[in-house]
């Protein structure tokens, strides 16, 4: 039974009914829509608007329906949405007295409602993936600390670095992930029940009870921004985005790692898979999924974003489309963040391949410009007699750790023995003390403020 059928005298035309009913998906926060009707209608009892009798029957006969869903005994179908659902069952189940769940209620607050329990839901667990996450990036990192790697820019050999400053640069990202739906939540968690259709009530509601029976840390203060507002879900997908954009990021390293080319990362067997054709196969499907999942989101974000768009006061139909988009971002980030912690803890980096590749690619040209200008040249200077030494060892396939100390004595007097070591990669490493660096000792101090951080969440 449709919930505003009075005014009508003919049935809605079936496609457009098939096109205006939402059940098929807002059937996901049934959980949600129920807890908030029961914190309704106890309200409405304890405001005497109803009788505390007709709340508690109308509260009891929520909790069955709940636990009739949740156990498969009644499935949400055959009525226009989520909310339509669960009050024609009630009133199938408890009579007339189901019929006054919706008084001083809009299912326009409700739905609003609705979406930022099922939010909160979301966003609460995913602070717990992205913590264990981090955990896990900071474990390894402590571990692969000594591992050397080449950093890249322009994915040119840049300068020698380690595995660990490597996983702290991502662990910090998805700390910020953290950190960034924190700070979301405060904006998702306040409460639009009472703000009515759009103009709020004339029954003497009381909303703050509502929100403390929900877990709201307070109400919405305007009725027609309570229903109409979707900021809240804007910034949460743009929150589920960037963690999208950090995981699409390191997944693609990830994947070029795994290659014969690079051999930086041996992918675990569990989290692989083979070719129906080739025999020797061992693909970083995971990656590659963890990458391109980042394009559902990104679209999410682009839909919601579209459909808010000159969306005019208070609610309009249109918002119907907000949920898709958000149940689809949340699932999409909730699984990305279980699987990819997965892999973090399985997989296996091969220490050897990435040792020997920090030194290519004259990644210590930095080093022995460094050491000339530590000696007192100017540093755009000594960055130009350096390049000359790097030319020199491309023409006569030497490298900046196989020249003798005569030969780059011949491009400034200003060097003697200790340019020998300045070159050495471990060296350049251990040098590299600055706040950021990748020295071990300013490892272990990232270490210590990350996890600090991380505590507070
Ligand atoms: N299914 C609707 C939605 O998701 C519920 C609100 C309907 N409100 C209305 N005025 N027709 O937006």
Redesign the pocket.
């Known amino acids: 039974m449709k919930l505003w059928s009075g005014r009508f005298t003919a049935e809605l035309n079936d496609i457009a009914e098939q096109f205006n009913d ?1 059940l098929p998906f ?1 059937r996901l926060m049934y959980r949600q829509d129920i807890r908030g009707s029961i914190a309704h209608c106890t309200m409405l009892g304890k405001c005497g608007i109803i009788t505390e009798d007709e709340a508690k029957t109308l509260a009891a006969a929520l909790k069955a329906i709940l636990a009739d869903i949740d156990n498969g005994k009644l499935e949400p179908v055959g009525a ?2 989520i ?1 339509s659902f669960v009050e024609n069952t009630l009133v199938s189940r408890v009579g007339d007295v189901g019929k006054k769940l919706h008084t001083a209620r ?3 607050d409700q ?1 609003a409602t609705d979406i930022r329990l099922y939010l909160r839901d979301g966003i609460d667990e995913q602070i717990g993936l992205l913590k264990t996450l981090v955990t896990a990036l900071a474990d390894k990192a402590e571990k692969e600390k000594a591992t050397a790697m080449p950093a890249y820019t322009h994915m040119q050999k840049a300068q020698p670095t380690t595995l660990g400053h490597y996983l702290l640069a991502y662990a910090n990202m998805f700390l910020r992930d953290a950190q960034r739906l924190i700070d979301c939540r405060k904006r998702v968690n306040v409460l639009p029940l009472g703000s009515g ?1 759009c103009a709020s009530t004339t029954f003497p509601i009381d909303r703050e009870y509502t929100a403390k029976f929900l877990g709201f840390d307070g109400v919405t203060q305007n009725s027609l921004d309570g229903v109409s507002d979707r900021d809240f879900a804007v910034e949460y997908l743009s929150c589920a985005t960037q963690a999208m954009l950090h995981l699409s990021r390191i997944n693609e390293e990830f994947v070029y790692w795994s290659g014969e080319e690079f051999g930086f990362l041996i992918l675990p067997d569990e989290f692989s898979t083979g070719s129906s054709i080739m025999p020797q196969k061992k693909n970083p499907d995971v990656n590659e999924l963890l990458r391109g999942k980042c394009g559902r989101v990104v679209g999410d974000l682009m839909s919601m974003i579209t459909v808010m768009k000159g969306l005019p006061l208070a ?1 309009n ?1 249109d ?2 489309e907000d ?1 898709e988009p958000l149940f689809d971002a949340v699932n999409t980030l909730s699984l990305s963040l279980k699987v990819f912690t997965a892999f973090m803890n399985a997989v296996e980096f091969n220490r050897q391949n990435m040792n020997a590749a920090s030194a290519g690619g004259h990644s210590c040209a930095t080093e022995c410009a460094d050491y000339l200008a530590a000696k007192g040249l100017p540093f755009r200077a000594a960055h130009e007699v350096t390049g000359k030494i790097v030319l020199y060892c491309i023409d006569n396939g030497k490298t900046l750790q196989s020249l003798t100390v005569d030969e780059y004595k011949k491009f400034s007097p200003l060097f003697d023995d200790g340019i020998l070591k300045a070159v050495l990669p471990k060296n350049a490493i251990a040098r590299r003390k600055a706040i950021g660096g990748c020295a071990s000792e300013e490892i272990d101090r990232q270490l210590k403020v990350l996890r600090n951080e991380l505590n507070k969440i």
């Open positions: 939402s807002d226009e949405d909310h809009s299912r326009n739905v259709a609610y139909k918002m119907q949920k």
